[in-house]
């Protein structure tokens, strides 16, 4: 049933849509459509994680005319429907003038909000913070005092420096994206012997999906319930975290690359991935080609700190990188984004909520309605 759905979103953007049910991007003067493109790419990445979008799909679908329910009942269980024949299955006795799909993109628009924005606007919350001689302190703490840091309460500034430690520990002192070398502590002046350059701790999945019931329950529709869990019991954890070169880490937060990992006779192999795919290395300081291995766990302490991030956590953040990108709505989010920002106040991250109620006081600016 995903070939079927996806062909009847392929289809279906070549229908007229009436302006306020979808959102436009302008590509050399022509609007087009992108949140049917969006679902289409979420129903195959969901598949590849084991989600369920597809099931939300089809019943958003019947929802759409009282007669859609038997007609998606008949594409089911039919024993071989070609899948350019799903569209006019569905329409089979229905006059399109009649059929509401709302359903449909009110869940598209929910997608692109909690999971598209979420992971695009990557601020998240800070609670609680460190003093300068508590932050210190971490440089000089064995292992198992980091743990127990890194396993506090909040997303203060003293547990950021205990996971920054811990990345060091499992992956070593050179970023594994770029292969500069790193200051062990910050610094402002440039070192010796090359040791200049400050990382940056990056969160795989960000930390503004943290308390935003919304976008936990689109995380478990796309890629399972484990998935879900596992982003709620780790994303402030070490399985979250790696530490890379500030050009690297500015290139995954706008979703330009991702990872792949998989499990391969009892070892993790973790495979790095351009969105959308490129062969050339990059982008920005990036040394890596696609389908190069990225190797994590090299530090003094790898294996007893899991050998690199955690695999499903990796998988999750390729697929909302490949779903937005290659659908069009990074390009989209972005765009907002920068609109939203048109204060004369300094540039502050902002949280999901507060960007999202900028974003629907754009999107009503300029009259495209979710």
């Known amino acids: 049933m995903d070939k079927h759905a996806i062909a009847l979103l392929a289809e279906a953007e070549s229908w007229t849509w009436p302006p306020t049910l979808r959102i436009l991007e302008k590509q050399g003067g022509n609007y087009k459509a992108i949140m049917l493109k969006l679902l289409s790419y979420l129903i195959k990445e969901s598949q590849l994680l084991g989600g369920t979008v597809l099931d939300q799909f089809w019943k958003q679908v019947e929802e759409c005319h009282p007669k859609f329910k038997e007609n998606v009942s008949n594409i089911r269980n039919a024993p071989s429907v070609l899948f350019d024949e799903a569209p006019a299955m569905l329409f089979e006795g229905v006059d399109r003038n009649d059929v509401d799909f709302e359903p449909i993109f009110k869940m598209a628009a929910e997608y692109f909000t909690h999971l598209g924005i979420a992971f695009m606007n990557p601020g998240g919350p800070k609670s609680g913070g460190g003093t300068p001689h508590s932050v210190s302190d971490v440089v000089k703490m064995e292992t198992d005092q980091l743990l127990s840091v890194a396993q506090e309460v909040g997303f203060g500034v003293r547990k950021q420096a205990a996971l920054k430690r811990l990345s060091f520990k499992r992956d070593g002192y050179s970023c594994v994206m770029t292969g500069v070398k790193f200051n062990e502590v910050h610094s402002r002046y440039k070192l010796h012997r090359g040791y200049n350059f400050n990382p940056i701790l990056s969160h795989i999945i960000p930390n503004s999906v943290h308390g935003e019931p919304d976008t936990l329950k689109c995380i478990a529709m796309f890629a399972g319930n484990e998935a879900r869990d596992l982003v709620v019991q780790h ?28 499990n391969e006779d009892g070892m993790v192999k973790y495979v790095y991935r351009r969105v959308p795919l490129i062969l050339e290395t990059g982008p920005a300081s990036i040394t890596l080609r696609d389908g190069d291995p990225i190797k994590f766990g090299l530090g003094t302490e790898g294996s007893r700190l899991g050998g690199g991030p955690l695999p499903l956590l990796c998988n999750l953040q390729l697929a909302v990188a490949r779903a937005l990108n290659m659908s069009g709505a990074a390009e989209v989010i972005s765009q907002l984004m920068e609109d939203a920002d048109d204060s004369d106040f300094p540039h502050i991250l902002l949280s999901s909520k507060d960007f999202c109620d900028i974003l629907d006081a754009k999107l009503l600016l300029k009259s495209i309605c979710l």
Request: net charge negative; aromatic share 10%; charged share 20%.
């Open 235 to 262: 994303l402030n954890a070490i399985g979250n975290v790696m530490n890379l070169e500030k050009n690297a880490h500015e290139a995954y937060n706008d979703l330009q690359w991702g990872i792949e990992a998989w």
